[in-house]
């Protein structure tokens, strides 16, 4: 049990943290909402969900292959002088994607470079918060917490937001929804940038100069290679699971119960999160690691043998408990293995391979569907999540080659 002084709200009577993370979390709003909010007015201002499709898988391609870039010049230059240019671009983007999709008969081309252009520059909030959350929380128990505050936090939005879009999309145009999300991130960008801890890690960036982080390599178990590829196997697992769910439902003409599933894997991952900041480890993190890997993964592999939503929902949620605390202890490890000028960069490479990691799984499972059985679908997809977890363990005790 945790004693009053590593509580949450002991993270949040920090100096400066209630102002810093509610600036970062309401510029991280945006990205909950952007997604559907651009895939809806595109559809509505060309007619085509191909075209939609196009768009946001351009924007989502520029976001994860530049993303290692933005977190290096925030590492080198520090927060308040990275961070507005890339909000202000960011957001003049996103206007103008607004502004173009609020009219009919769009040419498709502009459309396209704009959202390719978009997904240059979203100031990496999440990975920024992480590391002044380092600063801001120098007790490593209570820096556990901060992280899985941040990432029950982070879970919560990406619920709230395309309910948000929805909603935009309902009573106005989902247009609207695209220009609210440059709003949001332009004011909590700035807002947090204005915040003192940031400015102070802006100045020991300009000190430090470029600290290198080494980089990942595919198959390293050691450094920041576990994080970053044990993250990449749970965001396979769960971007395979989204298709996957919508396919039970569908099979059962229950399509719209689908989003019963994604609600319990999500309600789960938040209890979860909560439960596991607020205890006290003695198993090593990268011990932990591929452990919470491979809980996330096990129950996916039989919710194929669900009989109906219902059962599935809650095998769904089982696995959910063990996604938070996953990524939790991905970004603790991260933030380990990188030198005090390398911190975002180090966070960003996970964030990335969850996110490649999910949209590959996704487009890998959409090949097996309607080739295997349902059931066979389910257990592929937990395969990856599976291997890495138990190689990760296998070579626990060896030590890492430079």
Avoid: K
């Avoid at 989502?60 to 909000?87: E, N, Q």
């Avoid at 920024?128 to 380092?134: A, E």
């Avoid at 802006?202 to 290679?225: K, Y």
């Avoid at 699971?241 to 059962?252: E, I, K, N, T, Y």
Wanted: charged residues 10%.
């Amino acid at each position: 049990m945790s004693s009053p002084s590593l509580s949450y709200a002991a993270v949040l009577r920090a100096p400066h943290a209630r102002r810093t993370f509610g600036a970062a979390l309401l510029g991280r709003l945006s990205y909950g909402m952007v997604s559907l909010s651009l895939t809806l007015a595109v559809a509505g201002a060309t007619g085509s969900y191909a075209m939609a499709g196009a768009a946001v898988a351009l924007f989502g391609l520029a976001v994860s292959v530049l993303s290692p870039v933005r977190a290096r010049l925030i590492d080198r230059y520090g927060p308040r002088r990275a961070l507005p240019p890339m909000a202000v671009a960011y957001a003049l983007l996103l206007a103008a994607l607004a502004l173009v999709t609020a009219r009919h008969d769009v040419p498709a081309a502009a459309v396209a470079v704009l959202a390719f252009a978009a997904g240059g520059f979203p100031p990496p909030l999440g990975p920024v918060m992480r590391t002044l959350w380092s600063d801001l929380l120098p007790d490593r128990r209570l820096l556990q917490r901060a992280y899985s505050l941040d990432t029950v936090a982070e879970e919560l939005l990406f619920v709230t937001g395309p309910l948000l879009a929805g909603l935009f999309a309902a009573l106005l145009d989902p247009a609207v929804g695209v220009a609210v999300s440059a709003g949001l991130v332009l004011t909590g960008t700035l807002a947090l940038v204005s915040s003192p801890v940031a400015r102070s890690r802006t100045r020991e960036a300009a000190a430090a100069g470029d600290d290198p982080v080494p980089r990942p390599r595919a198959g390293s178990f050691g450094g920041l290679g576990r994080p970053v590829v044990l993250a990449a196997g749970i965001g396979m697992c769960l971007g395979a699971l989204g298709l996957l769910v919508v396919a039970f439902a569908a099979r059962r003409h229950e399509a719209a119960g689908a989003a019963w599933a994604e609600a319990a894997l999500s309600v789960g991952s938040a209890a979860g999160g909560l439960a596991y900041g607020s205890l006290s480890w003695r198993v090593p993190a990268r011990v932990r690691l591929p452990l919470l890997t491979a809980a996330v993964a096990a129950p996916l592999a039989v919710a194929g043998a669900a009989p109906d939503l219902y059962v599935l929902s809650a095998v769904a949620g089982v696995a959910g408990l063990f996604v938070a605390p996953a990524l939790t202890t991905a970004y603790l490890l991260a933030e380990e293995s990188a030198a005090p000028g390398g911190r975002t960069r180090a966070g960003t490479w996970v964030n990335t391979a969850f996110n490649t990691g999910s949209s590959a799984g996704a487009a890998a499972v959409g090949q097996l569907v309607g080739r295997l059985p349902l059931g066979w679908c389910f257990a592929a997809a937990a395969a990856p999540a599976l291997l890495l977890a138990l190689t990760a363990l296998a070579r626990r005790g060896r030590p890492a080659r430079s």
